[in-house]
């Protein structure tokens, strides 16, 4: 299993570069399929935790800062 986001960005790649080529047997197609759905939850993981680290730095109309939670919207 990868260590990082980014290694696994890149072992996803590369699999879908192998499916795409349509060479390769089935089990081997299988067992990549299986792989790449476990990178895809590592990713996902990996993305839902960065979401929830990320604060929004703002400054309010008293030109103090304000920070709070990332909730999936800009402001």
Same mark, same amino acid.
């Given at each position: 299993?990868?260590?990082?986001? /980014?290694?696994? !960005?890149?072992? =996803?790649?590369? @699999?879908?570069? =192998?499916?795409?080529?349509? %060479? =390769?047997?089935?089990?081997?197609? !299988? &067992?990549?399929? %299986? /792989?790449? #759905?476990?990178?895809?939850?590592?990713?996902? #993981?990996?993305?839902?935790?960065?979401?929830? &680290? @990320?604060? @929004?730095?703002? @400054?309010?109309?008293?030109? %103090?800062? #304000? !920070? &709070? %939670?990332?909730?999936?919207?800009?402001?």
């Amino acid at each position: 299993m990868p260590q990082t986001f /980014e290694e696994a !960005v890149s072992r =996803l790649e590369e @699999i879908v570069r =192998l499916l795409e080529s349509g %060479e =390769l047997p089935l089990d081997e197609t !299988v &067992r990549l399929y %299986e /792989e790449g #759905q476990k990178l895809l939850a590592f990713c996902q #993981q990996k993305l839902a935790d960065a979401e929830r &680290r @990320i604060k @929004i730095v703002t @400054i309010n109309d008293g030109g %103090e800062l #304000q !920070v &709070r %939670e990332f909730e999936g919207d800009l402001p």
